[in-house]
């Protein structure tokens, strides 16, 4: 058991709760980064949009060209945000 964390009946349940949470609080960071401390609805979606969309890139043709991949991923995002 990591030091600090508590389980409850030993089965990890809370701790995977923390993991959920701190993956959901990173991607609000990335969120305001991307679309600024209070974006409309439309930004906020559009973030997720782009942040999920290159992640779903990237593991949809993981043996694509790096380089080619990685173009491809990023115009698609800034379409997503109407960049």
Do not use: K, N, W
Not at 12 to 33: C, H, M, N, S, Y
Not at 44 to 60: N, S
Not at 63 to 78: I, N, T
């Amino acid at each position: 058991m990591v030091e600090g964390h508590r389980t409850v009946g030993g089965d990890g349940r809370d701790r995977v709760a923390e993991q959920v949470l701190d993956v959901v609080a990173a991607g609000v960071v990335l969120t305001e980064l991307i679309s600024g401390p209070e974006p409309t609805l439309e930004q906020a979606a559009r973030a997720i949009l782009a942040l999920g969309g290159l992640q779903d890139v990237c593991m949809q043709f993981p043996d694509a060209p790096v380089d080619e991949l990685r173009a491809a991923a990023v115009a698609a995002a800034l379409d997503a945000l109407g960049r």
